[in-house]
């Protein structure tokens, strides 16, 4: 973060996130939309990538742990420099402990709690999780064990401050080693920790690239669905480049009356403002179809 460019940008700005409610997931008539603010950053500035979401109509961003590196100082100007964007956090990752492994337990705590400090200084009200690594030293279902625990725990910490957890499958194409791969597997673990604050982030990229079968999944677990994750397969490029039909995801979203976040994380073909704008235009019509 260029401090001296976030200082001329946050001169007299105030915060105002109580009126606005940042904590609160979106409670309109359809969903929210935001962008996983790392598939931007690769080609052009923090602060713009900011501006980009923006101007392309987005109510969030999403962070992926640069957080972790701000002054008190720097994150005050983050926050003024969001408020003059009118955009929020809506979730955010970076934990880097995994709560499957056993010999991670204590350590994937003590960040949690660390994560969960952070999430209150950005008004974050949701916070993803990865699992970690499989431990070939144990069954699947005693790793399935060990995950319950701590995401009981962790639950408890995060329920304090009415922050909700939301964990993500990433598919073995992209992480070999990783526990877990699939949101059959999330659903499963959700519903044996069954804590209102404790859902799965359902990513139709990961799950297209390794299992498909999107839309049956989302229909039987959407009480389970804490945020949804865009991009299309192959590649990580726009909704409608590749062989996902979004469309038909979107309407299906619609009719099972899905009102969070839908979160574009995919690296735009073509100017950025106009690809995230299309995809979220594109959602909206197909909602509006099954409103």
Known sequence: MNRRHFH????????????????????????KFSVMLWTLTGKTSFDNALKIVADAGYQGIEL???????????????????????????????LRAGFCVPSESDVFLKQFQEHIDYAVKLHC???????????????VDQQKQVSVENLLKASDIAAKHDIEIVIEPIDPLENPT???????DGFSIARAVNRPNVKVLYDFYHEQRAFGNLIEKLDKN?????LVHIADVPGRNDPGTG??????????????????YIAMEFYPTTEPVAALKKARLDAEKAFATNA
């Open 178 to 184: 990783i526990f877990l791969q699939t949101v059959t």
């Open 64 to 94: 992926t742990g640069q957080f972790q590196k701000w002054s008190d100082s720097e994150t005050q100007q983050f926050l003024k420099r969001i408020q003059s964007l009118n955009l929020l956090v809506d979730s955010m990752s970076g």
């Open 243 to 260: 062989e996902v039909d979004y469309n038909n995801i979107y309407r299906k979203l619609a009719s099972l009356h899905y009102k969070r």
């Open 8 to 31: 001329k940008l946050a001169a007299g700005a105030a915060l105002a996130y109580a009126a606005r409610n940042a904590w609160s997931l979106p409670a309109a008539a359809g969903p």
């Open 222 to 226: 959407i009480d389970l669905i804490g």
């Open 125 to 139: 009200p949701q916070v993803i999780l990865l699992s970690g690594k499989r431990d070939a030293s144990m069954s």
